[in-house]
């Protein structure tokens, strides 16, 4: 029975496959599904908290690499890596066809003791699906591929997506090897320390050119499908986003013998600005969080001679985001804080042709945008065909030990993804 | 022309000696207060922001107790250094008097970035003030000692007034060698490798007794005497004040992807926090302030998992603190956040007597209390008669380099602690 063990949640219930599954024509070999996902439980555990610290270019990082370089072994994919560290399987001569290839996977590096279903579930399911095509007898006219981008969150570098933004040249090369982890390491130390040559990267168009279409299978980090009733959906965009740094001005002094009328407490300033992040969300039904906040000098008798607030915002269209941030910075300008824009991410719109065809080929799947960044954005901010697949996430619950996947919804999501390579590389489209 | 060169602020304007200083009947000798001032004035300085970093037992600490060992010495004065590193400089036989001493002095150590007068300006003015005495010929009838008290803004370790704590027994040895700085150092290791014998800590009695009388001199730590135009007040009490520990939980979750009505996020109910900690202080003429925060896991596009926010409350008296404090834990409370108390120390009340004659003494002096715990509210918890004079500060502002106090304020200060000596060893009491 399958059966996603990673997490310390146990599931029982039968593996009837719901949804899309039903599309196959049949069961997708569980037994294979469990034994890819119980082979990866362990790795980059933390045996504490029951998260993942799969952080690129480490221990944990290679070890999820040679397991995925092995399955695709297995299974007769030819591996190549790109210069940047991306892991691509063919099934097929991607050079060799009439068409470009049809690819899909995602990401096997996590955040800081994440789930264990953001991007595994994506690879996994590319195998195990591959599985189920070979078990069909299935020959593909136009090359499959499975792909495993590096460095997909960003967690130790701090820049997301840093495989697809290099050969799409969406990122600087001399940026991205000066980029420092808390320790100190740069990325081009931690690559040449895991046998890589930092020296090398760059845009691959060559690289992106055999991508004719990429469908990214990802869990839904969000309670939609949930509220719908459905195991999969299909994404047709990505909400506009960005990273403001909000200052706070302050002036230190003594907690104990400060008057109250005489002081410029930053910290007070720094709880408003969050309280009123939340309140320019709630106005224009957009995302803002402030996840990090830095406190100087930080003693506990001391009043904060400054405080520096990270904001997140996210917003289904341009506007509303806008709107959020202006609201937010009005309402801080009255701490005398000066809101400074870090990054910002214009909205991602997937294909639609490709959209609607998955919608109606998933039996009539629902259609959402999502607030996180994907290798799937990128990639589509380089002009490719792309869209993702999303599995109902019961918890709703992300970045977090506590995310989690049904194991019928997993089966349901391999069955969909299944479907979908068999209709795109059966014919030529 | 006297001039408290220590800040980057420049002063000018006439020496003129006022309030306590005529009780002396003549000016204190002004170049020998400025070049005691002057010659401590780079001692441990951040050349950056102004600030003074002299924690406990580093090299600057080490500095400024070697300086103050050769004034001692200048003046004839007879260094003794009990076994948690007090320095104690005695003009006459502390143990072969008919009365116990006269004891004056503060410290020498730093809170981080700290301004050049807390602590400093009672050991300066002390030492200024034996000059003036000798001066005028004056023969002591009770032996009179400056004091250098060790480690009392607890900058390194966290426990604040650790000399007077551990000679008068209100700390426990064990307690006081485990305490470890930022850097893991604990204090045992880094007083021997100061030259010093941790294993020697303990209550000192016999250290104690020989203190009949202690008047700690200390810059004012808010804008009393301004708001009085007073140069000096006699000290009278120490508030009622603690620490409280509040912890506040949340969900992980992904700061993209996660609706707003499904979150529950940890620095929203920290926000909150920190504001019911100055409704609360605003409510009970109190003061209660966050200056400490830790988020969990501090990622920009992380929902917090938890936060942590310490509270530093103080009050004129008990009733008012306990329900500061318990106004913040109802509001917190809606949060679901657990308030824990991690210290709280009794209103310190010094010798009324004491200080009834020292208001007299001086002028009729005004009378305060103050937030902020000195190593006078330890003696006097331990059945010393102590009392403090404070000296006026414009900016009202202590523990930052704008700490500030007059030329003209400083000798005030001088010549009334002057006066107190004289009055206190001149006459058996």
Redesign the interface.
């Known amino acids: 029975m399958g059966s996603c063990s990673a997490t310390a949640r146990s599931s029982s219930g039968s593996a009837h496959v719901t949804d899309g599954a039903s599309l196959t024509g049949g069961d997708i070999g569980e037994s294979a599904f469990e034994q890819l996902w119980s082979a990866i439980a362990d790795i980059g555990r933390d045996p504490t908290t029951g998260g993942y610290r799969r952080f690129a270019w480490t221990e944990a990082d290679l070890s999820m690499r040679e397991w995925f370089g092995g399955e695709c072994a297995t299974r007769g994919l030819d591996l190549v890596e790109d210069q940047t560290g991306n892991q691509w399987a063919w099934w097929g001569d991607p050079d060799g066809a009439a068409s470009a290839g049809v690819v899909t996977g995602s990401h096997l590096d996590s955040?800081?003791?994440g789930g264990a279903f953001d991007g595994p579930l994506g690879v996994v399911s590319a195998l195990a699906a591959i599985d189920k095509l070979k078990a069909d007898g299935f020959q593909p006219r136009r090359p499959i591929c499975v792909v495993n981008f590096v460095d997909e969150e960003g967690?130790r570098f701090g820049v997301s997506c840093i495989g697809s933004r290099m050969i799409t040249g969406a990122l600087s090369p001399d940026r991205a090897r000066a980029l420092r982890d808390a320790e100190g390491v740069t990325m081009a130390e931690a690559m040449r320390a895991a046998g890589w040559q930092p020296e090398h990267l760059g845009p691959e168009p060559e690289v992106v050119a055999r991508v004719g279409t990429f469908v990214e299978l990802h869990i839904?980090?969000?309670?939609g499908l949930v509220d719908l009733g459905r195991a999969v959906a299909v994404g047709n965009a990505i909400?506009p986003?960005g990273?403001w740094r909000i200052e706070i001005p302050g002036?230190?002094?003594?907690?104990?013998?400060?008057?109250?009328s005489?002081r410029r407490?930053a910290?007070?300033g720094?709880?408003?600005a969050?309280?009123a992040a939340?309140a320019a969300?709630?106005t224009y039904d957009s995302?803002a969080?402030?996840?990090?906040?830095n406190?100087q000098?930080?003693?506990?008798?001391?009043?904060?001679?400054s405080a520096t607030a990270?904001l997140?915002a996210?917003a289904a269209d341009e506007s509303a985001l806008s709107a959020t941030v202006a609201q937010i910075e009005r309402e801080v300008a009255t701490s005398g804080a000066v809101v400074t824009e870090e990054s910002r991410t214009p909205q991602t719109a997937f294909d639609d042709a490709l959209v609607s065809w998955l919608a109606n080929l998933l039996d009539d799947a629902p259609v959402m945008s999502?607030?996180?960044?994907h290798d799937a954005g990128i990639l589509a901010n380089a002009g490719v065909s792309a869209a993702m697949i999303f599995v109902r996430n019961p918890t709703?619950?992300?970045?977090?030990?506590?995310e989690w996947a049904e194991p019928e919804d997993c089966q349901a999501g391999t069955a969909a993804l299944a479907t979908v390579l068999a209709e795109l590389a059966g014919v030529e489209r």
Do not use: Y
Not at 220 to 223: D, I, L, S, T, Y
């Open positions: 955040v800081p003791d967690a839904e980090q969000g309670r909400w986003h990273r002036e230190a002094n003594h907690a104990g013998t400060t008057r109250l005489d407490d910290v007070i720094c709880a408003r969050v309280l939340r969300a709630e995302l969080t402030v996840g990090k906040i406190i000098p930080g003693g506990v008798n001391a009043i904060s001679s990270w997140d996210r999502t607030g996180a960044g709703g619950v992300s970045h977090s030990p506590a």
